[in-house]
């Protein structure tokens, strides 16, 4: 599974060499350090923005993404984008907002593309889907926003059944939005997943009680990269119906969605 760390981290130019080798999730709402992240990267997707705008308020900029996209998609490291799509709407909005796309950018860029199924919305969007693009990508939303909850266990479980064949093979490419817990993505075959998490707390203090506590912010980087990296996720989606045991970890080593 490919480990995607959001960015940029916080601490400066230094820091983001933390993403040397590595695989970087670059959302339109921030592109500070974008090109040396770029330049010192394995790979990198980008990510539109979108709940980004919406938290704050603010109108989504579709035709600037549609620009930059344009810009950066034949890069030899590029590997995918998150198609636009509408955070607080049901799935009707989702498709009036991927049509909008398509009539914006040309089929090379289309292609490239992921989708969004949010899990509010109807199974049966999921299913056709499926049938249409090479890779999905699932977002908590709705009554299901919070991830690891009892419902969103079940939730995913019956995106999960469409998702894969009859022996648990995923039938298309699947990315996990703010899933790049392993906790959580250690129960799926996703392809890929993502979250902010590194970005967010390796500045911060109060997570480092132990033996071993980083100098720097890019050291702190580097160790929790480090431990998110060194599981993966399923081959196959075994259906058990039921949240894994939750595994009880130091403050030093917490990961954190």
Not at 40 to 64: H, L, M
Not at 191 to 216: E, I, L
Not at 226 to 254: F, G, V
Request: one cysteine or more.
């Amino acid at each position: 599974m490919i480990h995607y760390h959001g960015c940029p981290l916080s601490g400066g130019t230094f820091t983001q060499l933390a993403y040397t080798g590595r695989h970087a999730m670059i959302s339109y709402s921030c592109l500070d350090n974008m090109e040396l992240i770029v330049e010192v990267c394995q790979s990198f997707c980008f990510d539109n923005g979108a709940f980004t705008a919406w938290k704050s308020n603010q109108p989504f900029d579709i035709e600037g993404f549609a620009e930059w996209v344009n810009i950066w998609h034949r890069h030899p490291a590029f590997d995918f984008y998150v198609i636009p799509d509408a955070i607080d709407g049901d799935h009707h909005d989702n498709q009036k907002m991927r049509a909008q796309w398509f009539n914006l950018v040309d089929s090379d860029i289309w292609k490239k593309g992921y989708p969004v199924w949010h899990l509010h919305e109807p199974l049966e969007v999921l299913q056709q889907m499926v049938v249409g693009w090479r890779g999905i990508a699932i977002g908590s939303s709705g009554q299901y926003s919070t991830i690891g909850t009892p419902d969103w266990w079940a939730r995913m479980s019956e995106a999960m059944n469409i998702l894969c064949d009859d022996q648990g093979r995923p039938l298309v490419k699947i990315h996990g939005l703010r899933m790049l817990d392993p906790t959580v993505f250690s129960q799926f075959p996703f392809a890929s997943s993502d979250s902010t998490n590194v970005a967010r707390h390796c500045g911060s203090d109060a997570r480092w009680k132990g033996a071993y506590v980083p100098p720097d912010k890019r050291t702190r980087a580097i160790v929790m990269m480090q431990r998110i990296e060194a599981h993966a996720s399923a081959a196959t989606w075994i259906n058990t119906k039921k949240a894994p045991a939750k595994r009880h970890l130091s403050s030093s080593r917490r990961v954190l969605i």
